[in-house]
């Protein structure tokens, strides 16, 4: 295992062996990218080999762009910011991002620091999820933190929670219930019902959220499968909106933004998100940079996970306004 004081020469050996490992770049496409030789390239992951770093996964959960990494603690006040290298030629802002939430959350479960975790759902939690080794946590509960939808499989927040704690071998609870509920229905009455009084109950005692973030277009998981037929994305952007997290939409400066899905929406509030003590958020690519940036200045999360290309981007962006 890496740790911070871990020679920074060795910085560049596990940047190299993410991009062969997890990236699936050759020799010289690394060689390329970061402006080496590839004998130097080839030297790195036979280093990596004697040294025992690189077994089946890269055994740290320490990334190599440390000097990215201090730049957003100290311009967002996080506790930590994990960058992990995203490839540079075949971008797919889940794949690096995927795999950084993969390997910090076996850190954090190896340490038995988790006993409640709250996830939301999306291409990112996915990809986690299919990179983590099968355990055996039975005293582990993995908690939905919002409503499904009736399409998107693996994808929406059943998914995503039977999953984790399928891959975990933990138990899990589901918040039984649409993202959204239809007009007619009244909120406060529906959520009265036992089995939600108890799910909400829980979501005051997480140890852990694990959030992602979408902004508002056909890329997003919401936009594409959640919301209601007389609500649009114009409507949400003349609201003010650029993007959601857990469903809750916010503007530029990371308010929450009045729309006609408040009142209908079925999930974690944000003054109850930010009672989490530990509030992971997992999100890269170059159109979640302002929601982001948003997110981060509405002290939503104090961890963020996200690729070097985003991680840049966000600082930028965060200077300009």
Same mark, same amino acid.
């Given at each position: !295992?890496?740790?911070?004081?871990?020679?920074?020469?060795?910085?560049?050996?596990?940047?190299?062996?993410?991009?062969?490992?997890?990236?699936?770049?050759?020799?010289?496409?690394?060689?390329?990218?970061?402006?080496?030789?590839?004998?130097?390239?080839?030297?790195?992951?036979?280093?990596?080999?004697?040294?025992?770093?690189?077994?089946? /996964?890269?055994?740290? @959960?320490?990334?190599?762009?440390?000097?990215?990494?201090?730049?957003?603690?100290?311009?967002?006040?996080?506790?930590?910011?994990?960058?992990?290298?995203?490839?540079?030629?075949?971008?797919?802002?889940?794949?690096?991002?995927?795999?950084?939430? %993969?390997?910090? !959350?076996?850190?954090?479960?190896?340490?038995?620091? =988790?006993?409640?975790?709250?996830?939301? =759902?999306?291409?990112?939690?996915?990809?986690?999820?299919?990179?983590? !080794?099968?355990?055996?946590?039975? /005293?582990?509960?993995?908690? *939905?933190?919002?409503?499904?939808?009736?399409?998107?499989?693996?994808?929406?927040?059943?998914?995503?929670?039977?999953?984790?704690?399928?891959?975990?071998? $933990?138990?899990?609870?589901?918040?039984?219930?649409?993202? &959204?509920? %239809? @007009?007619?229905?009244?909120?406060?009455?529906?959520?009265?019902?036992?089995? &939600?009084?108890?799910? &909400?109950?829980?979501?005051?005692?997480?140890?852990?959220?694990?959030?992602?973030? *979408?902004?508002?277009?056909?890329?997003?998981?919401?936009?594409?499968?959640?919301?209601?037929?007389?609500?649009?994305?114009?409507?949400?952007?003349? %609201?003010?909106?650029?993007?959601?997290?857990?469903?809750? &939409?916010?503007?530029?400066?990371?308010?929450?933004?009045?729309?006609?899905?408040?009142?209908?929406? #079925?999930?974690?509030?944000?003054?109850?998100?930010?009672?989490? @003590?530990?509030?992971?958020?997992?999100? $890269?690519?170059?159109?979640?940079?302002? #929601?982001?940036?948003?997110?981060?200045?509405?002290?939503?999360?104090?961890?963020?996970?996200?690729?070097?290309?985003?991680?840049? !981007?966000?600082?930028?962006?965060?200077?300009?306004?």
């Amino acid at each position: !295992m890496l740790n911070k004081d871990f020679p920074q020469a060795d910085a560049f050996t596990v940047e190299v062996c993410w991009h062969y490992f997890v990236n699936e770049l050759t020799q010289a496409q690394i060689a390329k990218a970061m402006g080496v030789t590839r004998l130097r390239v080839n030297q790195a992951i036979q280093r990596a080999r004697a040294l025992g770093l690189v077994k089946v /996964e890269i055994d740290s @959960p320490f990334l190599p762009r440390f000097d990215l990494q201090d730049q957003l603690q100290e311009r967002f006040g996080l506790a930590r910011a994990l960058v992990a290298p995203a490839n540079p030629e075949h971008y797919d802002y889940h794949n690096a991002c995927g795999a950084a939430l %993969a390997a910090y !959350m076996a850190e954090r479960l190896q340490a038995g620091e =988790w006993r409640r975790i709250g996830v939301s =759902w999306g291409m990112t939690l996915q990809s986690a999820i299919n990179r983590m !080794m099968q355990q055996s946590l039975p /005293e582990l509960e993995v908690i *939905s933190m919002i409503g499904g939808t009736s399409r998107g499989d693996s994808l929406n927040a059943f998914g995503i929670a039977s999953g984790l704690a399928g891959r975990l071998g $933990a138990r899990y609870s589901l918040l039984a219930a649409p993202i &959204f509920l %239809a @007009p007619q229905i009244d909120r406060a009455a529906f959520l009265a019902q036992e089995i &939600f009084t108890e799910h &909400f109950h829980k979501l005051t005692a997480l140890d852990v959220a694990i959030l992602t973030a *979408s902004d508002i277009s056909e890329r997003s998981y919401l936009i594409r499968t959640g919301l209601p037929s007389e609500v649009g994305m114009r409507d949400l952007t003349d %609201a003010g909106a650029i993007g959601d997290v857990v469903c809750r &939409f916010l503007d530029g400066q990371g308010q929450q933004v009045r729309t006609a899905l408040d009142d209908c929406t #079925i999930g974690i509030d944000l003054e109850t998100l930010r009672q989490t @003590p530990e509030r992971v958020l997992a999100a $890269a690519g170059p159109h979640k940079v302002a #929601i982001i940036r948003a997110a981060l200045r509405a002290g939503l999360a104090n961890i963020l996970i996200t690729d070097d290309l985003t991680a840049r !981007m966000v600082l930028e962006h965060d200077a300009r306004v």
